[in-house]
């Protein structure tokens, strides 16, 4: 294992001859990069400047509070959203922004050139997550589990936000098997959203509040300032995407079962004002255990998981880069 000791934020990289993949484990657990060795090609997207508030055991105020302080701590890269996805009840003390763990300092329990294991036990919620990463002949597998240490039965939402480059995909396409889509409503960014808030569709042609469709599995060549969400029921737990201009292609795998919903967000560099000021460049495929955005729409589909007191959950992620024609 080693540390990249230029950055302040304690960055650990693991490698192998297929991938490269840097961590902060004291942010979150956030996987910064995910770096394809043969072209140079990193799947994820960075916020610059790369300044978030410092990690600590502090998770300020809940509810919708809770959506400033997260801002502060955002660095971009894929992060897991736990015990919370989406947006809190708005008075909530509890609930926060995409939960606990993405705010609070994992701790490194194993490590090697080519994996790294951290646990983190949550403040608010009676949860211990462990997370594994490892490399493994050009695969990256995320293996996980969590662990209710309460004496009472404990509900969560739990789900993952990759934030994918959209100048390493750029021209190419997302495939990704949709049994049902959704624009939700209201308009989370009205003055950026370009899709009709509201309307169901068949994946990947998204009705436009100006008229016509907008395919949502092409990712464009140029930022084009949208800000959008669309709410989706996965029929397969898997994305690939396609970057054309390394004739590379992404795959990632996850337990349907598990993670039924996906979220999908694109902001390209939509934000012009607070927080984004114009740097963000990125859509993500949340895949979760949430039909919607927030803590309501999870309530009415009873979609949330329960763990008994001393029971545990696990599941396994894995992504890999490969060459483009074998698509």
């Known amino acids: 294992?080693?540390?990249?000791?230029?950055?302040?934020?304690?960055?650990?990289?693991?490698?192998?001859?297929?991938?490269?993949?840097v961590v902060l484990p004291a942010h979150?657990?956030?996987?910064?990069?995910?770096?394809?060795?043969?072209?140079?090609?990193?799947?994820?997207?960075?916020?610059?400047?790369?300044?978030?508030?410092?990690?600590?055991?502090?998770?300020?105020?809940?509810?919708?509070?809770?959506?400033?302080?997260?801002l502060d701590r955002f660095v971009g890269g894929w992060f897991e959203m736990f015990p919370v996805v989406g947006f809190p009840d708005g008075t909530d003390p509890v609930h926060l922004l995409h939960g606990e763990v993405v705010r609070l300092p994992w701790s490194v329990?194993?490590?090697?050139?080519?994996?790294?294991?951290?646990?983190?036990?949550?403040?608010?919620?009676p949860f211990v997550l462990r997370r594994s990463l490892e490399l493994a002949d050009g695969t990256l597998l995320i293996r996980e589990s969590v662990v209710n240490v309460g004496n009472a039965n404990a509900t969560y939402l739990w789900g993952h936000h990759p934030c994918f480059s959209r100048s390493t995909f750029a021209g190419g396409r997302m495939e990704l098997a949709v049994s049902r889509a959704n624009i939700p409503a209201p308009y989370y960014d009205p003055r950026r959203a370009v899709l009709a808030a509201g309307e169901d569709f068949m994946w990947p042609n998204a009705p436009r509040r100006d008229g016509g469709t907008l395919d949502m599995s092409v990712i464009p060549e140029?930022?084009?300032?949208?800000?959008?969400?669309?709410?989706?029921?996965?029929?397969?737990?898997?994305?690939?995407?396609?970057?054309?201009?390394?004739?590379?292609?992404?795959?990632?795998?996850?337990?349907?079962?598990?993670f039924p919903y996906v979220l999908v967000w694109q902001d390209f560099q939509g934000q012009d004002g607070y927080p984004m000021?114009?740097?963000?460049?990125?859509?993500?495929?949340?895949?979760?255990?949430?039909?919607?955005?927030?803590?309501?729409?999870?309530?009415?589909?009873?979609?949330?998981?329960?763990?008994l007191p001393g029971a545990s959950a696990e599941t396994t992620i894995q992504l890999s880069w490969h060459d483009l024609r074998s698509q």
């Open 222 to 258: 140029r930022p084009d300032f949208r800000h959008d969400h669309v709410c989706v029921r996965a029929s397969e737990g898997i994305l690939t995407l396609f970057a054309p201009k390394y004739q590379r292609a992404l795959t990632v795998g996850w337990d349907l079962a598990m």
């Open 28 to 70: 979150g657990f956030t996987v910064l990069s995910i770096t394809d060795v043969s072209t140079g090609a990193d799947a994820l997207w960075q916020r610059e400047p790369f300044s978030a508030a410092a990690p600590g055991r502090s998770l300020g105020s809940g509810g919708s509070a809770s959506e400033t302080t997260f």
């Open 109 to 125: 329990v194993n490590a090697t050139t080519t994996s790294v294991t951290a646990e983190v036990r949550c403040l608010r919620s």
């Open 277 to 307: 000021f114009g740097c963000s460049d990125t859509f993500a495929v949340e895949f979760s255990n949430n039909p919607g955005r927030n803590m309501a729409d999870a309530r009415r589909e009873d979609s949330a998981g329960v763990l």
């Open 1 to 21: 294992m080693t540390a990249d000791h230029a950055s302040p934020n304690g960055a650990l990289r693991i490698a192998d001859e297929h991938l490269t993949v």
